[in-house]
């Protein structure tokens, strides 16, 4: 393995040194436009919204937007979808080997995505330039002697009667690695086969010693519960007693700040945090630089990206898109504004609303931050407080107490005198005296809208402790226990009254 860290290290030093200077962020997204547009215009999509003819154009871009109609998941599963689990040709050429489900944080329960053979290889493409920029964070040699384990959701998938298998992304990507992953991949196919979450971290918690791990890949609540396990079961101190080379955690799936202070006190010396926007519609971005959460977007890897301002001039007052919103390309975006992400792709997904919200941290090259969904912004009486206000009064409220606050839902309910109120819940072991008052000030000096809010119709807020082992169960009692999608933040009425009833169980 010492052989191979030299050479893989040696090997990344010289490919960065004859990666040629990308071509300019319009040029590219507009190639690849053109490519999707031509694979896919036999197809019944297609056809139907003449693609052809959109690639006879002058202007690609502009005829697309013109002819081509904006779709959340619902619009595109209903109307196409739901066909090319039957048929082939509808969206993509062919028909997809596999579909994946995503439990998702808006609209139905649970999603089917179709994930075609490019689609794959996207995925492939985008992990490998994410690989080749480990170069410019100059990793010792020991890293690229180690392995690498993925914290996956289960690789067993489920056959459909249409044809197909499907399970989340994850599971899809990890039961299609060749078998030469198994030189560096852990935990294996077969403990990530398993399909019981506790089932398998405990087999990965028992083959632990016989690992030398260099990275860890997952949503950080599911790796910090599989460390602690490991922790626990050999009786450690920290888990670099066990795997003294782990140096690199590449988190997913949601935002890591909340988590970095628990991943700490696990470890003996510092990691590296690398980001990744990896969606069951795509491997969109990932970190290539150190020192910035901010993510490289996969501009060139089968991928077509559109962006709405995240404003009056693309959404109104409860975070959901005009009927006709303005839409701008990459070369029109702003720096440090916030958009909506459109994503047109190679799985048969055409100008589609994924439903997360990003703000460009540099344009050249475009990197960006993830900083909430378009349904975790709470405003139903004029708050106005994205996912990122709220993380950030959540990390000022626990360093104020002195605590850890991994994650937290909120909803705008009616109390008993009718009036509106906030409800938190928040996981953490801290006391709930104080929380309320203190977290009410954090969000009034951090958001003038939040304070027009608390002086009108905004009569309060509630906040609610729970443990993390009652959120752990709560995420099991919801299906959602070691799964790849996100914890809705901000939960409608309904099903915060449901949150609360399971709570206040014995």
């Known amino acids: 393995m010492a052989l191979i860290g030299k050479l893989v290290k040696a090997g990344l030093d010289l490919s960065s040194k004859f990666q040629s200077v990308e071509d300019n962020p319009q040029h590219l997204q507009e190639t690849q436009l053109r ?42 599963h209903d109307q196409w979808w739901s066909r090319q689990e039957r048929f082939e040709d509808i969206t993509w050429p062919g028909k997809p080997s596999f579909f994946a489900r995503s439990s998702g944080t808006t609209g139905k329960s649970s999603k089917r995505i179709p994930i075609t053979d490019e689609f794959m290889a996207t995925m492939k493409s985008v992990g490998t330039s994410m690989v080749n920029s480990l170069h410019e964070f100059d990793f010792p040699e020991s890293l690229f002697e180690s392995e690498v384990l993925m914290l996956s959701s289960s690789a067993s998938l489920d056959q459909n009667v249409q044809g197909f298998q499907e399970g989340e992304i994850s599971g899809i990507n990890v039961s299609n690695f060749p078998d030469w992953y198994d030189i560096f991949y852990r935990p294996g196919k077969e403990i990530a086969a398993i399909r019981d979450w506790d089932e398998r971290v405990e087999a990965i918690a028992e083959q632990a010693p016989e690992w030398n791990i260099g990275a860890i890949a997952g949503i950080p609540s599911w790796v910090l519960l599989m460390l602690k396990r490991i922790i626990a079961r050999h009786q450690l101190n920290n888990i670099h007693e066990i795997w003294p080379n782990f140096q690199v955690f590449a988190s997913g799936g949601v935002a890591f700040e909340t988590y970095r202070e628990d991943f700490e006190a696990l470890c003996k010396t510092p990691i590296t ?22 993510m490289k977007l996969a501009l060139n890897h089968g991928y077509f990206f559109e962006f709405i301002p995240f404003d009056k001039r693309g959404i109104n007052e409860s975070g959901d898109l005009l009927s006709e919103p303005l839409v701008l390309g990459i070369n029109e975006v702003e720096l440090g504004k916030e ?5 047109s792709s190679c799985a048969g997904a055409w100008r589609y609303v994924i439903g997360d919200v990003i703000r460009f941290e540099d344009l050249n090259p475009p990197q960006i931050k993830i900083t909430g969904r378009t349904k975790f912004f709470l405003n139903v009486v004029g708050s106005q407080l994205s996912e990122e206000k709220m993380d950030k009064a959540i990390l000022e409220l626990a360093a104020y107490f002195k605590t850890t606050i991994n994650e937290y ?11 509106y109120i906030h409800q938190w819940v928040l996981v953490s072991d801290v006391k709930s005296e104080g929380l309320a008052e203190k977290l009410d000030d954090l969000l009034k000096s951090a958001n003038k809208n939040y304070t027009v809010a608390r ?7 509630s906040v609610k402790v729970i443990s993390k082992e009652q959120y752990t169960a709560f995420l099991a009692q919801t299906n959602r226990k070691g799964g790849q999608t996100k914890t809705p933040k901000v939960m409608k009425e309904e099903k915060m009254k449901k949150l609360l009833e399971f709570i206040s169980q014995p």
């Open 409 to 419: 839902m909120v909803a705008a309910m009616k109390n008993e005198h009718g009036d």
């Open 339 to 343: 958009y909506v992400l459109l994503l």
């Open 455 to 461: 002086s009108k119709a905004l009569k309060g807020i």
């Open 273 to 294: 945090i690398l980001d990744t926007y990896l969606a069951s519609e795509g491997f969109i971005a990932y970190s290539s630089r150190p020192d910035t959460m901010s």
């Open 35 to 76: 490519e999707l547009l031509n694979q896919a215009k036999n197809t019944a999509f297609g056809k139907y919204n003449g693609f052809e003819e959109i690639l006879k154009s002058d202007d690609l871009i502009l005829s697309f937007r013109k002819e081509v109609p904006i779709f959340n998941y619902e619009q595109m």
